[in-house]
């Protein structure tokens, strides 16, 4: 069994995961543009919100630029497809490796502590509720907020079009859609969200890292997808719910895995359990579609 802290750690981690799973949804599944960006769009939102809390501006500025800066790095990525014609892959692989590089120059070196610093989850201390239970009750209510607002966005007449180029760019270029502005916007927003979820992250973790945005783009699918094996994404607001859902599922089951004593797994191993998950959710829809079809099939 978890302790409170393993599982309320689960819970919190999972709530900043779901953010980046918001981001690959808008890039995956909405503009079908697979995007690397969140790699290093990750830890460069904890980067600037590190290095300006540091500075003396208040976290919730300072979260607010993180999130610009990750909109500005998913924006290089989309225009080097839409302006330089670069496969969308390469593009940003291109961007990803780019940004190590600029983190570091943001950082000043390859990690920077928060521990001492006030972040946005300091005056939530006040509240007497447990030290653990604190950033899981912040980050739910700021990614409900980020839920209720990307569904309204995709409701929108932009949001409409932004999936009609997801969906078919040359029949929305044909409706006089804007296919490369929408594409822009669409990889900018995506991003944005990873880079608030890289800025919460060192916030909670009390430290911004230039690695700790290795394996992002993984934890972020296996949250999308294993989100959609339970949830079934058949509107906007059930795909939007099937992410945070994911990501939850996601932390729990690796917290339960390494506390498990009878599996034997260690830290180190959780780049093997991480791709287990992600087969058994790729997996499983199709074997419970197959039972479901020939039930149906024999009771007919």
């Not at 961007?95 to 928060?114: F, K």
């Amino acid at each position: 069994m978890l302790s409170d802290i393993a599982l309320y750690g689960a819970f919190e981690t999972g709530l900043i995961y779901g953010l980046v799973a918001f981001g690959i949804y808008i890039s995956f599944r909405v503009l079908d543009f697979p995007d690397l960006t969140v790699d290093g769009s990750f830890p460069l939102g904890a980067a600037v919100s590190a290095v300006l809390i540091i500075d003396g501006v208040n976290p919730w500025l300072a979260t607010g630029a993180a999130i610009l800066a990750g909109m500005a790095a998913g924006s290089v990525t989309a225009l080097l497809n839409v302006k330089l014609k670069i496969l969308n892959l390469l593009a940003s692989i291109l961007t990803m490796i780019a940004l190590y590089s600029v983190n570091l120059r943001i950082m000043g070196r390859p990690n920077v502590a928060l521990l001492t610093e006030e972040t946005v989850l300091t005056p939530w201390y006040d509240l007497g509720l447990a030290y653990h239970q604190v950033p899981v009750l912040l980050f739910t209510i700021v990614i409900a907020i980020a839920l209720v607002l990307l569904w309204r966005f995709m409701k929108s007449e932009t949001g409409l079009a932004m999936r009609a180029t997801g969906a078919n760019a040359r029949m929305a270029r044909a409706q006089g859609i804007a296919t490369g502005g929408m594409i822009v916007l669409g990889v900018a927003l995506s991003n944005g969200l990873v880079g608030l979820a890289g800025a919460l992250f060192a916030q909670s973790q009390g430290a911004a890292d230039v690695t700790m945005g290795v394996g992002v783009i993984v934890i972020g699918l296996a949250s999308l997808i294993g989100g959609e094996a339970v949830i079934t994404p058949s509107s906007v607001l059930r795909a939007l719910i099937a992410c945070v859902v994911g990501a939850i599922i996601y932390r729990l089951a690796i917290a339960f895995a390494l506390n498990a004593d009878v599996l034997g797994l260690q830290a180190q191993d959780l780049n093997l359990i991480t791709a287990v998950l992600v087969t058994l959710a790729i997996v499983l829809p199709g074997v419970r579609n197959s039972v479901v079809n020939k039930f149906s099939r024999s009771k007919a």
